[in-house]
């Protein structure tokens, strides 16, 4: 089982509920009731005609196998269609894809692309996954600031995690650069004021 692609999806479902309508909402009340039967007939017609937030939910269903064969194809495709349309979810789910090699070869560029677009709509597991991006000292993207910055929007946006892994990494920091990655965030959320507003 996809453990972080399951939680990824869990975090997701809350910033999307408000997006979806009609089916679609019935769709996602199946999902979550874990009625896939349901969850699919409601959604399959809806992401086939477009729908965002029901591409999201095929996606889900096929990158966990829950009420349909895992398939990474599908899941690919779906949550490629609702990434381009600007669906968070789909764009957080779509980078862990990437990441971890799941039905296309790694592609780290690929999956910090898409983790930065859900990162700025708002979504935890992604800002977090930024946050590791960043902080791997032996990397050549190893950017303490930027680190400190996701981590600190994560906890801001309710990551619970993301507190520890902020505070771990401030102590191999310098007070400048813990200062910076304060104004960092100082200017993310002065620029994203109703997404913290809703916290």
């Known amino acids: 089982m996809r453990k972080?692609?399951?939680?990824?999806?869990?975090?997701?479902?809350?910033?999307?509920t408000a997006v979806w309508g009609g089916d679609?909402?019935?769709?996602?009340?199946?999902?979550?009731?874990?009625?896939?039967?349901?969850?699919l007939a409601e959604l399959q017609p809806l992401a086939e005609s477009g729908d965002s937030?029901?591409?999201?939910?095929?996606?889900?269903?096929?990158?966990?196998?829950?009420?349909?064969?895992?398939?990474?194809?599908?899941?690919?495709?779906w949550y490629g269609l609702a990434a381009d349309q600007?669906?968070?979810?789909?764009?957080?789910?779509?980078?862990?894809?990437?990441?971890?090699?799941?039905?296309?070869?790694?592609?780290?560029e690929e999956a910090v692309r898409y983790y930065m677009?859900?990162?700025?709509?708002?979504?935890?597991?992604?800002?977090?996954a930024?946050?590791?991006h960043f902080a791997m000292d032996y990397?050549?993207?190893?950017?303490?600031?930027?680190?400190?910055?996701?981590?600190?929007?994560?906890?801001?946006?309710?990551?619970m995690d993301a507190a520890v892994k902020r505070e771990t990494l401030a102590a191999t920091m310098t007070v400048e650069q813990?200062?910076?990655g304060n104004a960092l965030v100082e200017v993310w959320s002065t620029k994203h004021t109703e997404l913290l507003a809703n916290q």
């Open 53 to 77: 937030g029901a591409q999201y939910g095929l996606g889900m269903m096929y990158g966990n196998g829950f009420g349909v064969a895992m398939e990474d194809a599908l899941a690919l495709k």
């Open 130 to 132: 930024l946050g590791r």
């Open 24 to 39: 679609a909402q019935k769709g996602l009340d199946a999902y979550n009731s874990m009625d896939y039967e349901t969850a």
């Open 178 to 180: 813990v200062a910076d």
């Open 4 to 16: 972080f692609q399951i939680m990824t999806a869990t975090i997701a479902l809350a910033l999307v």
């Open 117 to 128: 677009l859900a990162a700025e709509q708002g979504v935890p597991a992604a800002m977090t």
């Open 139 to 159: 990397s050549e993207a190893y950017d303490p600031v930027q680190a400190y910055k996701w981590f600190s929007l994560a906890h801001l946006l309710q990551d």
């Open 86 to 108: 600007g669906h968070a979810g789909a764009q957080c789910n779509l980078a862990v894809m990437y990441q971890n090699g799941w039905g296309v070869a790694p592609n780290e």
